[in-house]
């Protein structure tokens, strides 16, 4: 039996089932003995039940097709992400890797050529090495702005020093500078900073409708808002570009990336029509925050 799939041995146990069943009622005569006893019930109409339980048989098995094929299905998306993920996850590795490779490769070239420049110089001709010691200030600048962009992008390290609602404010006031498109914010003042997940996910959900914003929507105008109440931790961007269209074919990883951030908190993402425009609001159960 080894190697035979799950489903095909619980179909086999079935059908085993059946045919023990079958013979059983062969030599008991059970289906006779039943009929008499049902007729006796005639008034309360027991004897129609033998043949609705076959029809709700048939229709179960018919509901557990369905869902089978609706579990199959998911797997199937769920191996299709996963899969996404990887790759995505494999692509920035290697940008990390390109970008560490040349320049940190290139500046500590650099630097050890100037070194050596210096140690033969230093006797000789000290404006030569006064010259090589700020080319040398130079190359270090350079790799301490790359490691800079790096970290940034590893994790933003505002969301550590300044909490979740400075460092939306921050995350749109250089969208803004960057894009030149208008963005309102609207943040009630939080008790305490939410737990470190919900701050990541909240403030890449956040990252991510921003640049879909700018790189789809073709707004004038965005709004972004943190809304708390007795329940719920809301999140709404909002903008007044095309909208989403709805014969989209979801290519990008975005959109299912913040989906299933915010799914992970045992949260809802919706994506709804702003007439004109997008309105993505991310709502996340205050009970899910508690440790
Ligand atoms: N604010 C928006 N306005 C209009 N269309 C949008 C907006 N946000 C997303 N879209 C549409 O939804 C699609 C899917 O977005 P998603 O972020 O998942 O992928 P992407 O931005 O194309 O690629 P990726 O984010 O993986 O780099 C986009 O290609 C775009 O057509
Ligand atoms: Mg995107």
């Known amino acids: 039996m080894r ?3 799950k489903s095909l041995r619980d179909l086999a146990r079935v059908f085993c089932l059946v045919v023990v069943f079958w013979a059983l ?4 005569e059970l289906s006779e003995k039943l009929a008499l006893w049902l007729l006796g019930y005639e008034r309360l109409q027991l004897d129609e039940m033998p043949l609705t339980l076959l029809v709700l048989s ?37 940008t990390l890797a390109r970008e560490l490779h040349d320049e940190v490769g290139q500046a500590c070239t650099a630097l050890r050529i100037e070194a050596a420049y210096i140690a033969k110089a230093a006797m000789t001709n000290p404006n030569a090495v006064l010259e090589a010691a700020g080319r040398m200030d130079q190359s270090v600048l350079r790799m301490q702005s790359l490691a800079r962009d790096l970290l940034k992008r590893l994790r933003p390290p505002i969301l550590d020093s300044l909490g979740l609602v400075e460092s939306l404010e921050e995350l749109c006031r250089n969208w ?19 737990p470190d997940p919900v701050c990541t996910s909240l403030y890449r959900v956040t990252q991510e409708a921003l640049t879909n914003i700018a790189r789809h929507a073709q707004a004038s105008q965005v709004r972004v808002a943190l809304r708390v109440d007795h329940r719920y931790l809301t999140l709404t961007v909002t903008d007044d570009g095309q909208g989403l269209a709805q014969t989209t074919p979801v290519e ?11 799914a992970s908190l045992q949260g809802e993402i919706h994506f709804e ?9 991310a709502q996340i159960p205050l009970a899910s925050l508690k440790p």
């Open 252 to 262: 990008g990883l975005g959109l299912i990336g913040m989906r299933e951030r915010i």
């Open 58 to 94: 048939i229709s179960l098995a018919w509901f557990a097709f369905r869902r089978f094929a609706e579990a199959a299905s998911l797997l199937k998306t769920n191996r299709h992400l996963t899969q996404r993920l990887i790759t995505a996850q494999e692509d920035e590795r290697r």
């Open 176 to 194: 803004h500078r960057q894009f030149g498109i208008l963005c309102l914010t609207d943040f009630d003042a939080l008790q305490a900073n939410p």
């Open 3 to 5: 190697g035979v799939p």
């Open 25 to 28: 009622a062969i030599y008991l």
């Open 273 to 281: 029509d702003a007439h004109p425009g997008l309105r993505i609001r």
